[in-house]
Nanobody
Framework: QVQLVESGGGSVQAGGSLRLSCAAS????????MGWFRQAPGKAREFVAT????????YSAASVKGRFTISRDNAKNTGYLTMNSLKPEDTAVYYC?????????????WGQGTQVTVSS
């Protein structure tokens, strides 16, 4: 069992940066892929980025490629999403996920989400 807790969300102006963290509990975190999804008001949940268990392979949605970077530190049981050049359309609740999924596949574990608001 893996429990995920996101932090680092907040409000920022367009062009700014934020770094989201995902703290995992449970001894198996380092054996799971992890990723980030987001959901804006009135819209479907959207895949953002994923990283494999070792951290050697990543994949990002086209909408964030070149602006967002996913990473992880298995020694700290923590994953990260570094977001640069933020746009108002990046405003959403961001969810950390972990499990056997890859890309926008299903993941077994989900966090509660953290709000990111980007103003123009």
């Amino acid at each position: 069992q893996v429990q995920l807790v996101e932090s680092g969300g907040g409000s920022v102006q367009a062009g700014g940066s934020l770094r989201l963290s995902c703290a995992a509990s449970g001894r198996t975190f380092s054996s799971h892929n992890m990723g980030w999804f987001r959901q804006a008001p009135g819209k479907a949940r959207e895949f953002v980025a994923t990283i494999n268990w070792s951290g050697r392979s990543t994949y990002s949605a086209a909408s964030v490629k070149g602006r967002f970077t996913i990473s992880r530190d298995n020694a700290k049981n923590t994953g990260y999403l570094t977001m640069n050049s933020l746009k108002p359309e990046d405003t959403a609740v961001y969810y950390c996920v972990a499990g056997s999924g890859w890309g926008d596949d299903k993941y077994e574990y989900w966090g509660q989400g953290t709000q990111v608001t980007v103003s123009s």
